[in-house]
């Protein structure tokens, strides 16, 4: 039997069979042994084989394979990664300027992700009902940003609800992993698109503005218009994986261009003469600040950094 997994509460994952029924799986204890470095070995979105052991339970005795996945470095420091999703059409990444603040570091080292996993990415910048003027000016340079290297950016306010029915129309249809710092307002939107779900909800830490766990587990969660928002606990920090150092400079787009001016093959674009985009940083080609987050993945040599305020 096959199906895809809908559901993961850590220790139960709810799978939607083929034949369309839901069943509750638990993964087979010689499952975990296959070398799979990972605090989850089957993610929301796989689609998995079953074996029934009774009425409505079975358990999980294979993954297909997976056409693309989101991953980062697991928070667990005795596993190497965690993997947030597998199969989607679209990564939706949730920032806010502040009320908490998302920053650039952050930001891109998901979207650097993202290109080395091959997962599009829609950048959705939210509570702007919230910002001064001078945090609407850092939105909107933001968003002017990554729209110039080729990342689609949505403004909206999900709580007076704003904007919402412009991301209705980009999440129809496909499968997408809704994903951002706790407080950001994901669960704030779901509700907005699907009022049904009501969802809980809790505010962020005046004192810290940082944002407190409300999703607790993953959940693929079915669109009206078809498609499926697939719900995961909020990210602290995103710690790259699996990503050699020669390879960083694929996954910036902007960079990787003007990479084929530099006079060595293999620049790593830090201090050797002759480097394209260094001179690309000075002309303002490339933003200083996409810069500092190639540079600091690079640096990034122990996988300590991603614990950092991301």
Same mark, same amino acid.
């Given at each position: ?16 069979? +083929?034949?369309? $029924? ?18 989850? *070995?089957?993610?929301?979105? =796989? ?30 420091? /005795?596993?190497? /990664? ?6 989607? +059409?679209?990564?939706?990444?949730v ?12 930001? =891109? $080292? ?15 910048? #939210?509570?702007? =009902?919230?910002?001064d003027r ?14 110039? &290297? ?7 306010s999900?709580?007076? !609800? ?7 129309q980009?999440?129809?249809g ?7 710092h ?7 939107? &779901?509700?907005?698109?699907? *009022?049904? %779900?009501?969802?809980?909800? %809790?505010?962020? /830490? ?27 606990? !909020? ?37 050797? *003469?002759?480097?394209?985009v ?21 640096? +990034?040599? =122990?996988? #300590? ?6």
């Amino acid at each position: 039997m096959r199906g895809l997994v809908v559901k993961n509460t850590g220790s139960w994952y709810t799978v939607h069979t +083929d034949c369309g $029924r839901f069943m509750e799986c638990k993964v087979k204890g010689s499952f975990r042994l296959k070398g799979i470095r990972s605090t989850n *070995p089957v993610v929301i979105g =796989d689609r998995v084989r079953i074996e029934a052991s009774g009425e409505a339970t079975a358990f999980i005795t294979g993954i297909e394979e997976r056409r693309n996945y989101m991953i980062r470095r697991a928070s667990n420091l /005795s596993k190497e /990664s965690h993997i947030l999703a597998a199969n989607l +059409d679209l990564a939706a990444l949730v920032v806010t300027v502040n009320y908490p603040e998302t920053t650039t570091v952050f930001i =891109d $080292r998901f979207l650097a992700t993202a290109e080395a996993y091959r997962v599009p990415v829609q950048l959705v910048f #939210n509570k702007t =009902d919230r910002y001064d003027r001078e945090e609407l000016e850092y939105a909107d340079a933001l968003a002017g940003l990554y729209t110039a &290297i080729g990342y689609p950016c949505l403004k909206m306010s999900a709580l007076p !609800g704003a904007n919402v029915d412009g991301l209705r129309q980009i999440l129809s249809g496909r499968i997408t992993l809704l994903s951002g710092h706790s407080g950001v307002g994901k669960t704030t939107i &779901i509700n907005r698109l699907l *009022p049904e %779900a009501n969802l809980r909800t %809790a505010g962020i /830490s005046e004192y810290h503005r940082k944002g407190m766990h409300t999703t607790t587990f993953s959940e693929m969660i079915p669109l009206p218009g078809g498609g499926y928002l697939i719900d995961t606990p !909020g990210i602290k920090g995103f710690g790259t994986i699996e990503m050699a150092g020669a390879e960083v400079a694929h996954y910036f787009p902007e960079i990787f261009r003007f990479s084929a001016g530099c006079r060595f093959g293999n620049c790593t674009h830090r201090s050797e *003469p002759g480097c394209a985009v260094r001179q690309a940083v000075e002309d303002r080609y490339i933003s200083e600040s996409r810069y500092r987050s190639y540079l600091n993945i690079l640096e +990034d040599r =122990d996988g #300590n950094k991603y614990r950092e305020a991301y």
